[in-house]
């Protein structure tokens, strides 16, 4: 089971996050019994619900609060606002599930079924994989989270998100992502008091509720999208959440006691570091995702891609083949990105071809090189411009882009000016830096490169 959950404001009439729409708790997991049941109200009701205060896995603070609420509760009338609220809010307390904690595999087998699970899981990426499965050692000596919470970065589709889910996966744990992208305030990650009338449940607590388990795998995305401004933020909520020496007393102001959190295996994910706020990223372990190279695309599509579109969409291996000529040209002609989702998308494309040419009675598609503008259209990216050979007035740079490394040729033009330099072109402060620093490398060596003194006082470049 995975779920999403977005920070972001709803778009249609507001909803409760994490409880249905009816006054009544969530079902458990194996089964209906009593706490499926509506909370109506009278004495009854009252007493019902004391009883299953003392079903074991509730924390005594929090028993000690619900007491004190169902006495405010039982003071009030019944249709009043707040008794209304309140019995929603004692609902979804009693129904969180307290006593679903997932067990992980134990013992020197269990972890090696988790690294072997992780391994199959994700091309190359060794040195990320070691360090987590170092992190999950440590957690399963202790029992709780230590140390600091680990950060995938790395751009869009390098496989942050597939392995934060693929170690829950190997854990057999629950896996809910959080988006943070547009984040303001604590109240979202916190909750706000169900005293109030559009009180709800933080955005962990509602993951945790919906996902039924008191420690599934929490990946907390976009960290580097938190909005900013002067209307909040939430890094008071994030810093908690970022150490683990606090993670057992975090407080949901809707819950309204401290909910233990060490349980939960907690990451966090972005894409640029330089936007991640500094006093967060000092709480956090760095683990860098970079972009896959050619032969790492090529071994996903084959691998993986492939496959699993086949599966989707019911076909058998021999209804869709694609040459290793074909898919080398799709990863260099018809994508441009550090990662693998365009890749994905036309693979999928393929596939679906394919499954059309089944259904009209053929015998689905062979794919080689010469097909692919036909059936993707034509290439969207260029290779990379590069010299056979060392030319006068061009020099090829290095050049770091979201979409991974690429060559630049750069050509200079002399003309007759007063010693100016212009750059043309969208180049950043580096380059400019090497282009400055090569003519500055050229009028000190003038001598030793045969170039006259005076000869940049009468030429632009």
């Known amino acids: 089971m995975a779920l999403r959950l977005h920070?972001?404001?709803?778009?249609?009439?507001?909803?409760h996050p994490a409880l249905p729409v009816t006054l009544s708790p969530l079902p458990a997991r194996g089964g209906r019994d009593d706490s499926d049941a509506p909370l109506p109200t009278g004495p009854a009701a009252f007493e019902r619900a004391r009883l299953r205060l003392q079903r074991p896995g509730l924390p005594a603070a929090l028993r000690h609060h619900v007491e004190r609420e169902l006495?405010?509760?039982?003071?009030?009338?019944?249709?009043?606002?707040?008794a209304v609220r309140g019995r929603h809010w004692l609902a979804w307390v009693l129904a969180l599930p307290w006593r679903n904690v997932q067990r992980d595999p134990r013992g020197t087998?269990?972890?090696?079924?988790?690294?072997?699970?992780?391994?199959?899981?994700?091309?190359?990426?060794?040195?990320i994989k070691e360090r987590i499965i170092e992190?999950?050692?440590?957690?399963?000596?202790?029992?709780?989270?230590?140390?600091?919470?680990?950060?995938?970065?790395?751009?869009?589709g390098v496989g942050k998100t597939s392995m934060a889910r693929s170690v829950a996966a190997a854990l057999g744990r629950e896996f809910v992502e959080i988006s943070l992208a547009g984040l303001h305030g604590e109240e979202a990650l916190r909750g706000s008091s169900y005293h109030r009338?559009?009180?709800?449940?933080?955005?962990?607590?509602?993951?945790i509720a919906r996902a039924r388990s008191l420690n599934p795998v929490l990946l907390l995305d976009d960290l580097d999208q938190l909005a900013r401004g002067e209307s909040g933020n939430a890094n008071g909520a994030l810093l908690e959440l970022f150490d683990p020496a606090r993670h057992a007393a975090f407080v949901d102001h809707y819950l309204g006691a401290p909910f233990d959190l060490s349980r939960c295996v907690i990451f966090a994910a972005a894409s640029d570091a330089t936007a991640i706020p500094a006093p967060l990223a000092e709480r956090l372990e760095i683990l860098e995702f970079p972009g896959y190279t050619e032969t790492e695309k090529l071994q996903i599509a084959a691998e993986h891609l492939l496959p699993a579109a086949r599966e989707r969409d019911g076909l058998a291996e021999h209804h869709l083949s694609i040459t290793r000529a074909a898919l080398r040209q799709i990863v260099r002609r018809h994508t441009e990105e550090a990662g693998v989702r365009q890749l994905q998308r036309l693979v999928d494309a393929l596939s679906r071809k394919a499954a059309l040419s089944v259904v009209r009675g053929g015998r689905g598609l062979y794919v080689r090189q010469p097909?692919?503008?036909?059936?993707?259209?034509?290439?969207?990216?260029?290779?990379d411009l590069h010299l056979d050979r060392p030319a006068l007035g061009?020099?090829?740079?290095?050049?770091?882009?979201?979409?991974?490394?690429?060559?630049?040729?750069?050509?200079?033009?002399?003309?007759?000016?007063a010693g100016r330099s212009?750059?043309?072109?969208?180049?950043?402060?580096?380059?400019?830096?090497?282009?400055?620093t090569a003519i500055s490398y050229v009028r000190t060596q003038f001598k030793s490169l045969g170039v006259r003194e005076d000869a940049f006082e009468h030429i632009d470049l």
């Open 7 to 15: 920070s972001g404001p709803p778009s249609g009439p507001k909803s």
């Open 71 to 82: 006495e405010l509760l039982q003071s009030l009338p019944s249709t009043s606002p707040l």
């Open 109 to 127: 087998e269990g972890f090696a079924h988790v690294t072997r699970a992780l391994e199959r899981s994700h091309a190359g990426r060794n040195e």
């Open 135 to 156: 992190f999950l050692a440590v957690r399963q000596l202790s029992g709780r989270s230590r140390g600091t919470v680990l950060c995938l970065l790395g751009p869009p």
């Open 197 to 207: 009338e559009e009180g709800e449940p933080g955005l962990l607590m509602a993951g």
């Open 371 to 383: 097909d692919l503008a036909e059936l993707l259209g034509p290439p969207q990216a260029d290779e």
């Open 394 to 417: 061009i020099a090829t740079a290095l050049a770091w882009t979201a979409a991974g490394g690429a060559l630049l040729p750069v050509e200079i033009l002399a003309m007759p000016g």
């Open 422 to 436: 212009v750059l043309t072109g969208s180049v950043g402060d580096v380059l400019r830096e090497s282009v400055q």
